[in-house]
């Protein structure tokens, strides 16, 4: 018997020290600790949710239809393209809903030569149409998943690549299901600029301004709903000095002549003349020699910058640009302009993402959580320890003590496992202190019952805790099924409740029947033992 | 030894026809409850509902009712106002699905920093929850509670009879539609965590029913002689300052977060506190009334029932 206490007694201590080395880092004052220890120990705070640390969560939703809508878009110029090579007309060839495109052969004698043209489209695939001359295309379904997969991915991408220029501590961005994307900014100060600068497709657009934006009749006509063939208004939106918004339509010729695909690099400056800062750009090989060809074509005409359909400026061609340089300006503030020339060099997202979730918690309520979580946690401590030694006298304490050995491993375990401590986590750790002492309760009650059956005392601790055994069992395994489950269902604060709750229940089977046992074992060694103080 | 209630006699089961209408009454309310939820009626939290909820800080007190009329001169769609017991915090919810091009926020915003002069404020958090998310949230919130329920069911089942099963899983139900019916009653908001709570007390409201059974199931194989509710009785009163105990000091934890733990733990730790009361309550007179009820029905198909 008494070599048996002597193991459990060491495993315990192994044990508690162990959890201890983990607890030890999160306790103010881990500084002082000498180097070596820092280095080699372990030495990692436990980790809190954004709710106590503060920080922004959102949940992103890539609308991946509009990815494919713009592939099919972009099939439509290959095929007419190659149609033009191969001298096949086509009297008109359109995107039909997301991924079909519907063409129409202008000789219907030139449907083979189109067909074994359109079989070289390896991606599309024809559909039977009643018309001859009329032809059917649609996006095989393997290409359209491969889309929307490489979508959701490449926004992921993008959007770290923003992040990380944005200089935020530990972001984490992940992949949810099949569409979305969870962004963690943990102590973010500027929750409004990173929500923006997230969200934004940032499409950027060189179109020229049609001629006929002057004519007022032309223009009246265009707002009306029907611009003239192969143009379209978009806006530019200028705030004056008061605050006042006003918007200012532009008659632009529909071609897109130049992306921000071809962008190197995007810096913010300072304009000399006015010190406003403004954004330059630099294209890459291709890009320069597009925009040199166009700005040499097009002198004394505006070219439109366009962002997200927006326009930004649209300053007038004075020359052949052969640099590859352009600017942007529009009268930003310095973080406008930092921001543009941050998703300029991080690049477009293939497809618009909308925030359909956006939970931000400043610092001082994370604060404020921590502290009332700790004052309510140490508060049900002091009460239920209280109670325990008042009703139980000695075996109180030993309760008690089991109960800090819980509390320590637990929070050891946490740290260990790097689970993110909540406020519904600090909740569950205050909800543990009650139930940790159930267990004991239910044995000291055994004891109690066996004790005035009149058995001596070590036969009633014996009986005790083997009867009791099974009720504690079972009463803990109904509480682990809901935490288990509230895990696999629960968003992230609710999963710390569950983490904290399964696993004080789980330490609470060990500390209750090995922790106390052998403290009673110990206590009753002697064989002359007559009183029990419980 | 100090004994809260040292030995009692209380015939339990000869009072559970009161327990029985009391607790159909609880159950009834609770299945309102759930129905009003279900039609949307209920004060569901903007997790599940969709919306937006900021939490302010002025600095100095502010009037609700300023704040109500700043708003609504603002044109800023429905919302629902709530004071902390610190006067210069709001927390202004409007619970609806928007569009995110409504930048509702931002208008909140602006309409407080117009209408009320002299009172600046930061905002302390906010959550902005797109109507997708609320849907997919109330389904995982379901399936939870089946999941768990049936997860419950199955593991009492298995390691007790197959009526005791039933009998708790009944009294779990009760205890989760009781706290529901009278969370919904007094108007409390739904939210994600008092769910979690609900779940939570399902769990442990069972500690105190398998206690109980424990004891039966015991005294079953020892005095099969005694007719079945003296037999639950006595079972009872022999556990019962351990099921009360029991209950105590976890009710102790619960009521401390409580009184300390702050808005955000108020509706959890409350659903968690009534949860743990009724949850023994429950076990005495829902669970083992249960099957003595059983029993009764079965033995005395035919003839003579017996009183």
Redo the contacts between chains.
């Keep these: 018997m008494k070599k048996t206490i002597k193991w459990r007694a060491i495993l315990l201590a192994f044990t508690t020290a162990l959890a201890l080395l983990y607890v030890l880092p999160s306790l103010p004052g881990f500084d002082v600790f000498p180097l070596w220890w820092r280095e080699h120990l372990p030495h990692e705070r436990l980790k809190l949710g954004l709710d106590l640390q503060g920080g922004m969560h959102l949940v992103l939703e890539v609308n991946a239809e509009k990815a494919v809508e713009n592939a099919t878009e972009r099939w439509v110029g290959e095929i007419k393209s190659a149609f033009d090579k191969e001298k096949i007309f086509l009297d008109r060839i359109s995107r039909e809903g997301q991924e079909s495109i519907r063409l129409r052969l202008s000789r219907p004698e030139q449907r083979d030569a189109a067909a074994k043209l359109l079989s070289e489209f390896a991606v599309l695939e024809s559909n039977p149409t009643s018309d001859p001359s009329e032809i059917l295309l649609t996006l095989k379904a393997k290409e359209v998943k491969r889309l929307k997969e490489y979508a959701v991915r490449q926004c992921l991408e993008t959007i770290r690549n923003r992040v990380d220029q944005f200089g935020v501590s530990e972001p984490q961005i992940v992949p949810e299901g099949e569409r979305r994307i969870v962004v963690q900014l943990p102590g973010v100060k500027e929750p409004q600029r990173a929500v923006e600068l997230i969200g934004k497709t940032a499409l950027l657009e060189f179109k020229l301004v049609d001629e006929r934006t002057n004519d007022s009749k032309v223009m009246q006509e265009a707002l009306a709903g029907n611009p003239p063939p192969g143009t379209e208004i978009l806006y530019q939106r200028i705030t004056d000095a008061k605050g006042n918004t006003s918007s200012v339509p532009f008659l632009l010729e529909k071609r897109t002549l130049l992306t921000g695909d071809s962008i190197t690099s995007a810096e913010v400056q300072i304009g000399r003349e006015l010190n406003e800062p403004y954004v330059s750009l630099e294209f890459d090989r291709v890009g320069a020699k597009i925009f040199s060809e166009i700005t040499g074509a097009n002198v004394g005409r505006r070219l439109a910058i366009i962002l997200d359909k927006n326009v930004y400026s649209a300053p007038r061609i004075n020359e052949k640009i052969p640099s590859g340089k352009a600017q942007i300006t529009g009268r930003f503030t310095m973080e406008e302009a930092r921001d543009l020339a941050i998703v300029l060099r991080a690049g477009a997202l293939p497809a618009p993402v909308q925030i359909i979730a956006n939970v931000t918690v400043g610092p001082s309520l994370g604060q404020d959580s921590i502290r009332k979580g700790l004052r309510a946690t140490l508060l049900g401590a002091a009460l239920v320890v209280a109670f325990m030694i008042f009703y139980y006298r000695l075996s109180g304490v030993v309760a008690d003590f089991a109960l800090l050995l819980n509390m320590i491993m637990l929070i050891g375990a946490l740290s260990w496992l790097r689970a993110t401590l909540t406020l519904p986590g600090i909740a569950g750790i205050a909800l543990t202190v009650g139930m940790a002492v159930d267990s004991n309760v239910l044995m000291f009650e055994r004891i109690r019952e066996e004790l005035r059956l009149g058995k001596t005392i070590r036969s009633a601790i014996d009986a005790g805790y083997k009867k009791a055994f099974i009720t504690i069992l079972d009463s803990h395994v109904t509480t682990l099924i809901t935490a288990v489950v509230l895990f696999q269902f629960g968003t992230g604060p609710i999963k710390g409740f569950a983490v904290s709750l399964s696993l004080g229940v789980l330490i609470n089977l060990y500390t209750a029947l090995v922790g106390t046992k052998t403290v009673f074992d110990w206590m009753t060694t002697r064989a002359d033992v007559t009183t029990l103080s419980i | 030894?100090?004994e809260?209630l040292g030995k009692t006699k209380i015939d339990f089961m000869g009072k559970r026809r009161y327990a029985f209408a009391l607790s159909g009454l609880l159950v009834l309310l609770g299945l309102w409850a759930f129905l009003q939820i279900l039609r949307g009626q209920g004060n569901l939290g903007i997790?599940f509902s969709g919306g937006i909820s900021m939490?302010l800080?002025f600095d100095g007190p502010v009037e609700v009712g300023k704040v109500r009329e700043a708003l609504r001169r603002a044109d800023v769609p429905e919302s629902n106002l709530q004071q902390f017991s610190d006067p210069s915090r709001i927390l202004i919810r409007v619970k609806r699905e928007y569009t995110?091009q409504e930048r509702v926020m931002?208008r909140i915003q602006a309409a407080l920093r117009d209408h009320i002069p002299g009172r600046s404020f930061?905002?302390?958090?906010?959550?902005?929850?797109?109507p997708?998310?609320g849907k997919g949230?109330r389904k995982?919130?379901i399936?939870?509670i089946v999941?768990?329920i049936i997860?419950?069911l199955a593991?009492?089942a298995w390691?007790f009879e197959f009526r005791f099963g039933v009998a708790a899983t009944i009294a779990t139900f009760h205890d989760v539609l009781a706290v529901l019916g009278v969370l919904v009653l007094m108007g409390r908001e739904i939210t994600?965590?008092v769910v979690?709570a609900l779940?939570?007390l399902?769990?442990?409201s069972?500690?105190d029913t398998?206690?109980v059974f424990?004891r039966i199931r015991e005294n079953l194989r020892g005095r099969r002689k005694d007719p079945l509710h003296v037999l639950v009785n006595g079972s009872i009163n022999?556990?019962l300052?351990?099921t009360v105990?029991?209950s105590?000091?976890?009710?102790?934890?619960?009521?401390?977060?409580l009184?300390?733990?702050?808005e955000?733990?108020r509706d959890?730790?409350f659903a968690?506190s009534l949860g743990i009361v009724v949850g023994t309550y429950s076990s005495i007179f829902v669970a083992s009334s249960l099957l003595v009820e059983w029993q009764a029905r079965v033995r005395t198909k035919p003839a003579s029932r017996r009183r």
């Design positions: 030894m100090i809260l997790e939490q800080k995110q931002e930061v905002v302390e958090g906010s959550d902005e929850i797109g997708a998310i949230l995982a919130a399936w939870a999941i768990s997860g419950i593991y009492i390691r994600l965590l979690t779940l939570t399902a769990g442990y069972l500690t398998v206690v424990d022999e556990v300052s351990r105990i029991t105590l000091t976890t009710l102790l934890a619960s009521l401390a977060l009184i300390l733990g702050g955000v733990l959890f730790s968690l």
